[in-house]
């Protein structure tokens, strides 16, 4: 089992940038392909950003080139940082972690979710 708890959302202005966290628990982190997410009221959740265990990395397209993801073995932890918010940035991130070598854009491929981070930026 895994826990994950993120942190590290609130309000924004555009134009600004944001890092988030997620700490993981209980389980070898080493292991994990770990994700982000996000989601808006009435939508599903939407792949963000992910980096494997062996340290590749996939971006959303929405996002590419305005993210960086990260991960830190030893502090069990993966970071997400957002430059350049705009307001349709506005949504709760979730972490999420799968015992995978291949990352998935498919939220149902990930058993371990964070419980998520609000993400709200003002225009």
């Known amino acids: 089992q895994l826990q994950l708890v993120e942190s590290g959302g609130g309000l924004v202005q555009a134009g600004n940038s944001l890092q988030l966290s997620c700490v993981a628990s209980?389980?070898?982190?080493?292991?994990?392909?770990m994700s982000w997410f996000r989601q808006t009221p009435g939508k599903e959740r939407e792949f963000v950003a992910s980096?494997?265990?062996?340290?590749?990395?996939a971006f959303a397209d929405s996002v590419k080139g305005r993210c960086r993801i990260s991960r830190d073995n030893d502090k069990t932890s993966v970071s997400l940082e957002m430059g350049g918010l705009t307001p349709e940035d506005t949504a709760v991130y979730y972490c999420?972690?799968?015992?995978?070598?291949?990352?998935?854009?498919?939220?149902?491929?990930?058993?371990?979710w964070g419980q998520g981070t609000q993400v709200t930026v003002s225009s």
């Open positions: 999420a972690a799968r015992s995978h070598i291949f990352m998935s854009r498919d939220p149902n491929d990930y058993p371990y």
């Open positions: 209980g389980s070898s982190f080493t292991w994990y392909t």
């Open positions: 980096v494997s265990y062996v340290g590749s990395i």
